[in-house]
């Protein structure tokens, strides 16, 4: 069974309802983030989903929280040992009804101001940024060394940043300069430094397990109190992130990736890409959903039970 939308009978307001998320206001404080099952490509939502995603993707962000916690605080609730969500929410969500669609999916943040980036991290070259590289020989428009190959590494990661677009509408790449101009040069100095030192210690422990991770979309918060950065939403996982088997890495071409790359190549194939209303066959399905549990097991080392 896939979970494509949460009911939970007004008992918490709905606020937002993302690609993936629903997200609930538990008080003035606090939400509460459902991951569901839905999957989208090319900005637009498929009528039906992948079983477990939302699953999978709050487990692996846990990991990468947890991973990451000595070098950024993070908006996660903490939960005494000994306690679960539920023991933060109305007692009537721990209904069977309402139990299953937050059991396993969900996290419960503290709210921040958001910074409106999405900050995206590349270490290799590949997708929009290789496209504006054969153009122009700049990424976001700075300027890159010549004769770079598809897929090959940066001399150093770096920071790409885009806008935050309305759902339904395309992110927008924009240069560091504009990003200043948006947030403020210091705190975009800030984040591009905090963004390419969480990336790299990712990266290089990924690397143990087989795993390249060609580029990131991190999305912060600050804490208006103490200034500090808060890394928010998702973490490192297969939508939003790249990540190759460095098994089949070969320079100088596209690599398959533990993503929705299987859903993309078939909307492209069958001239359905942005097209809304539509129903994924069978086969593209268990084929994403596969390198979904392939990605969450490789970088955690758990097996995948549910």
């Known amino acids: 069974m896939s979970l494509t939308a949460t009911d939970l009978g007004n008992i918490l307001p709905l606020i937002n309802r993302g690609k993936v998320r629903d997200i609930y206001q538990v008080d003035s404080n606090t939400l509460l983030f459902i991951a569901t099952d839905r999957i989208s490509a090319y900005d637009v939502i498929m009528e039906n989903a992948i079983p477990n995603k939302g699953i999978l ?12 916690k000595d070098d950024v605080r993070n908006h996660l609730v ?24 937050i059991e396993n999916r969900s996290m419960l943040i503290n709210k ?11 270490g290799y070259i590949t997708g929009s940024a290789w496209s504006e590289y054969q153009k122009s020989r700049t990424v976001h428009g700075l300027q890159q060394p010549d004769g770079l190959l598809e897929s090959q590494k940066f001399p150093k990661p770096i920071f790409t940043p885009s806008t935050k677009a309305e759902q ?26 905090l963004a390419v030192k969480l990336y790299s210690k990712c ?4 690397a143990k397990k087989g795993i390249l991770i060609a580029d990131t979309k991190f999305e912060f918060g600050i804490d208006e109190k103490t200034n500090e950065i808060i890394l928010v939403d998702e973490v490192l996982t297969p939508d939003s ?11 100088g071409k596209s690599q398959n990736s533990y993503d929705k790359q299987f859903l993309r190549d078939w909307l492209t194939t069958n001239k359905l890409k942005g097209v809304n209303g539509v129903k ?16 969450y097991e490789r970088i955690t080392g758990k097996t995948y039970t549910l």
């Open 203 to 206: 990266r290089d422990y990924a």
């Open 241 to 251: 992130s790249r990540f190759w088997n460095s098994a089949t890495y070969e320079l």
């Open 78 to 101: 903490e939960i005494p040992k000994g306690k679960s969500i539920f023991d933060f929410l109305p007692k009537e969500l721990g209904e069977p009804k309402y139990r299953s669609q």
């Open 112 to 122: 921040f101001k958001l910074i409106p980036l999405e900050v995206i991290v590349r």
């Open 57 to 68: 993707l709050t487990k692996l962000s846990e990991f990468w929280f947890e991973f990451l």
């Open 280 to 295: 994924m066959p069978e086969d593209i399905v268990m084929k994403t959903r596969a390198k979904y549990i392939e990605a």
């Open 168 to 193: 339904g509408e395309h992110d927008e790449n924009i240069s560091i300069e504009q990003a200043s101009k948006l947030i403020g040069k210091d705190l975009v100095n800030r984040v591009d430094e």
